[in-house]
């Protein structure tokens, strides 16, 4: 099973506290992916500033 969470920045430390208090693996895998590495289109939907 694969769990796909979009948190902010202030809240991904208790996200993975929780996910490791609930999974019943002793070492859970939870990556972490660039907020900035995005398709271009987007990041314009969601409100990036645009580079000139």
Same mark, same amino acid.
């Given at each position: 099973m694969i769990l796909l969470a979009k948190t902010t920045?202030?809240?991904y430390g208790d996200? +993975? /506290?929780r996910v490791g208090e609930a999974h019943p693996y002793d070492v859970p895998c +939870? /990556?972490?992916f660039e907020e900035a590495d995005v398709l271009p289109a987007f990041g314009e939907?969601?409100?990036d500033p645009?580079?000139?």
């Open positions: 920045e202030g809240a996200l +993975v /506290e +939870v /990556e972490r939907w969601r409100g645009v580079d000139e």
